[in-house]
């Protein structure tokens, strides 16, 4: 807003924007801080606010008391591939709804949407049982020959059919529940590019199909970036299902991880908040560089239709 | 004499067209949402369905003798009503004679005109149902309102929901004029909006009760400095619930601010300064064409919000594991720890009725959209 502020305005919107700043960064400034401090210099009383004495021990014992470097790996794994077999999926649908006529497309749409209403909580007993006694059409024959050819997604002798415990339990929920807010975002987003373009191409002798992979996928990038950060930072930050679907520790996403940290009666507050830091270390940079793009995909997701 | 048969022209079938490229927009369009719609069917839809079948079977893993037998709505009979619940015609006879006299009253109405027909059937069709099934039954003699531990759940769901929704909207709303507002700060307002919205929801349940520790905790020191001394924020039940809103409310307001962000930012400046030109204050301006204007986002935005706060679990799991005892249990909670100790039929009742939940608000959003087309 170009509009002058009087001086009390003025003031006023300085506060509040520090005070906003202070809101929004304060708790993740104070567990970086408690990182640095020493499990003594915590239950110190009146509290420190900066670390008298800052180490960096509390980081080593994040690894050691913890697997904490094979969650981070299993939370990698398991947020690419969701990612990209989302994006995939979501790319696909997202140029039929926002490009092609087609009928009953309002409708769809509004399906889609509806369907990112559904609590995710509502899907832990029957993909529980679904995976428990796991016998899914095509899936199982398939884990079981990738089994046999090296690639081992089981961290037992299992062949198959028990999906728990492995990183297919976490893929396949992610997938769907990250799809449709990807794509309602790639639907918005191909609707914005110009129509000019295609029925350029399809005037020089492109069918529809060369059209959509050599002139729309590489105009669409940006906002294929935007879906992927979004369905990424879902399924990193995910917990109920992957706290209840793999329970061995070697199988732990990071959220799930940090809360082993603590005791039933001791709680850690150093090592947790140094494993916190390392935890969220991702999601900090992806919002250093991507903030722009992250805003525009959050608020697509919210626009009305 | 060779006879050339004629050859009518037959449009190419889809496999050739397919392998040519030459398809038609809506047979491309139907080929590019196979994939999509496969998994929505087979991760979301199916689950569901699968999941209300399951509610009307016992399964418990740690009693694999019992099996798997049907056994009907017992598991909301338990839930709702209790197994201990008699049907009474005098029970709660006065409000149910005052309902009818309410219904009886708008079929009066509607003979005079002033009510419409539409209005009467559905409140006469309310009644009979809350009146006949609700009302009716009371607990008998060792009985109680079926689950308590289920009601606790749901009135504590419902209070966070209410409150959390609440406070996200009037903490979003003051987020998202600031971060509209011009300046050389803009990306540090960005970033310290994107923040809670991407930290992980435990994460921020296990950050906050460090912030609320009792002794060591920077919120109690802050109070104490002031002169205040804090309570024991997450060891009893009544504080507790606050801490919790509050963090729920943390992580939830900037999104709902991002949401009415975008709202602001498509409103027309020009009405702005035709409104300066007629010499309105701030305040007029905000309540005049701010609010109006912003209606559809605060709409999304509260819809979305509450829809999130229903399934409300990662955070109160995080500070007191729904405790102390079973004190603050959310139905998410409750949902999650009846299947940890493997009493499947049960914990898919109770997911039943968060999807009922959740269900009854997505119908008010498709209203909504299709509102005022």
Known sequence: MRRRHGPFARVAVVVGTALLVLNGTFPLVWMMLTSLKDENELIRIPITYLPV???????????????FDRFMLNSAIVAVTSTVVCVLIAALAGYALGRLNMPYRRALLTLIVTTSMFPALVLLVPLYRMFLGMDVPLLSPLVAALHDLGMRFMPTEVRTPNLLNTYWALIIPYVALSLPIATLILTSFFQLIPRDLESAALVDGCTRVQALFRVIAPVSAPGVVTAAIIIFVNSWNEF???????????MRTVPVGITMYQGEFAFPWATISAAITVGVLPLVALILVFQQKIIAGLTAGGVKG | MALTTPTAYRSPGLWRRLRSGNLTEAQLGIILLIPAAAVLLLVMFWPIVQVLWQSLHFERLNLPARGRPFIGLEHFQRMLWGTEMAWSPQHLLGWRLLAFAAVGGLWWGTGRGTVRRRTAVIWTVVALLVAGLWMGFHPGE????????????????????????????????????????????????????????????????????????????????????????????????????????????????????LILLAGLQSIDESLYEAAMVDGASPWQRFWQITLPLLRPSIAVALIFRTLTAIQTYDIPYAMTRGGPGRTLETLGIYVANTTNSLNLGYAAALSVALFTMSLAVTVLYLRWIYADD
């Open chain 2, 142 to 257: 060792a009985g109680r309102w079926g689950d308590a531990r289920f009601w606790n759940a749901f009135s504590i769901t419902l209070l966070v929901t209410v409150a959390s929704v609440a406070g996200s909207f009037l903490v979003g709303l003051p987020l998202a004029l600031l971060a509209n507002v011009e300046s050389r700060w803009r990306w540090l307002v960005r970033i310290a909006l994107l923040i809670p919205w991407a930290m992980p929801r435990v994460l921020v349940g296990i950050m906050f009760a460090w912030l609320f520790n009792s002794t060591n905790g920077v919120i109690n020191d802050v109070l104490r400095r002031l002169g205040v001394e804090g309570p024991l924020w997450l060891a009893r039940a009544d504080p507790a619930i606050w801490a919790t809103n509050i963090t729920i409310v943390w992580a939830t307001s900037a999104f709902v601010g």
């Open chain 1, 53 to 67: 004495e800052p180490t960096l021990k509390n980081y080593v014992q994040v690894f050691q008391q913890l697997p």
């Open chain 1, 240 to 250: 109920v299902l992957a706290m209840n679907f793999n329970t061995t520790m070697s």
